[in-house]
């Protein structure tokens, strides 16, 4: 049996990473290239632990857009080269907070 706990400890940690690297905001995101590497792998990473989630579980929390979540890795993982850093930073400020409280909350009640 896997310990999915461990997965959203592991999704919780690339969130944290993610917010310790664009601390600098918008415009150090856009133009600095080890702070786009450091975000991108931990969204991919991110994407990759929610894959690992049983499918109980997240149908226990339809609120996450769990499918979205494993496609953004897909993106992230096959289409570097196509990726938009203005979408991606979008996704940072307005999404990100939102799985951050909602992988919180799931953490609580596992607990």
Not at 24 to 43: I, P
Not at 84 to 91: A, F, G, K, R
């Amino acid at each position: 049996m896997k310990d999915e706990r461990l997965y959203l400890l592991h999704i919780q940690d690339a969130i944290q990473r993610i917010e310790n690297y664009t601390v600098g905001g918008k415009e150090l995101f856009l133009t600095s290239t080890l702070v786009q590497d450091a975000v991108l792998r931990n969204l991919q990473t991110m994407s990759e632990s929610s894959h690992h989630l049983s499918e109980q579980l997240k149908s226990q929390y339809p609120e996450i857009p769990w499918r979205q979540l494993w496609a953004f890795r897909n993106v992230v993982a096959h289409n570097y080269l196509g990726i938009s850093l203005e979408h991606i930073w979008d996704v940072l400020q307005n999404d990100l907070p939102i799985l951050k409280k909602n992988i919180e909350k799931i953490i609580c009640h596992l607990t």
